[in-house]
Every structure is written in structure tokens, then in C-alpha cells.
């Protein structure tokens, strides 16, 4: 009798207890027996920069104001239309060695920043072409606006971002 009031006890506490919680879409089928079960997701949008850097950018000849280096930057997004590429410069536009500043224009191929252009303030190009799944890809050079005169090792970083438009 004690083994069958635990199990009458067990049946009603679980019968009690609601079900968890669920979300979701009540699919209900048809005369026929059949029913649609939707299926959805989304890819964000989303660009890849890469770039070739074979060694003309890491030595620069600094007595000269000749257009410098030809190095390429690539952009693969898995959609079509633009995206939005900016550059910018650690110093502000600028090579140091210590508290001497060589100042360069920054030039991209097939841009509106291919005349060359100062990075003392970053420079967006919100018309980066992004075609589906096919890198585009441009060439990067420098132009110093004068020739060093002071002997040093002058550095600079630019950091290339993009935002998917």
C-alpha cells in the first residue's frame, strides 16, 4: 500500500509541476497531414582587410620626396555595394625619431585619397567598392612633403578599419 501511495504521490506532484517554458511558432498541419516548418537565419554583413607588405614601406628613403612603396590592401566582403575604409596615422600624419617629425601625404590607389593626402586627421572613403565574395584590391604609397635632415630612424603606424555600409 506504501509503494502505491508514492507512486500516486509522484504521478500528481509531476502532473503539478507546469512544463518548461517554450517559444516559439504553434505549427498546426492540414487536412492532408502535412504542415510548413519555416526556416530562417541571418549573416551579418561583414568585410576582411589584408594586406601585402614586401618591404618597400619598412625602408623609405628619407633624402628623397618621391611617390614611395607600393604595397596592396585587399577587401573580401561577403555582399555587394561599399564599404567604409579609414585611415589613420599614430602621429598625425607624421614619421618620428625622438622629437623630430617628417610629415607625409598617404596615397590609395583608384580613391579619392589617390592625389595623396595628409593623415594628421583620419581619412574615411565610404565608397570602398565590396563585391560579393571578390577581394578589391588597391595599392598604398607615401610621399614625404620634405626630405629629412636630421639622421635618425623615423616611424609611423597607419591603421586601415572598415565598416560594412
Do not use: H
Amino acid at each position: 500500500m506504501k509503494k502505491m501511495f508514492l507512486a500516486v504521490a509522484a504521478v500528481a506532484v509531476a502532473a503539478a509541476v507546469p512544463a518548461t517554458a517554450q517559444t516559439g511558432t504553434t505549427v498546426t498541419g492540414t487536412a492532408n497531414g502535412s504542415i510548413d516548418v519555416p526556416l530562417s537565419g541571418t549573416l551579418a554583413k561583414k568585410c576582411i582587410l589584408s594586406s601585402f607588405l614586401n618591404g618597400p614601406f619598412d625602408a623609405l628613403n628619407l633624402e628623397t620626396t618621391a611617390v614611395q612603396g607600393a604595397e596592396s590592401l585587399s577587401l573580401n566582403c561577403n555582399y555587394g555595394g561599399t564599404a567604409s575604409v579609414t585611415f589613420s596615422s599614430a602621429n598625425g600624419g607624421a614619421m618620428k625619431s625622438g622629437a623630430n617629425s617628417l610629415p607625409y601625404n598617404f596615397i590609395l590607389s583608384g580613391s579619392p585619397l589617390s592625389s595623396g593626402v595628409s593623415l594628421a586627421t583620419a581619412q574615411t572613403w565610404g565608397g570602398f567598392p565590396a563585391v560579393t565574395n571578390s577581394a578589391q584590391t588597391r595599392s598604398m604609397s607615401v610621399q614625404l612633403t620634405s626630405a629629412a635632415t636630421v639622421a635618425g630612424t623615423y616611424t609611423d603606424t597607419v591603421t586601415v578599419a572598415v565598416q560594412p555600409n
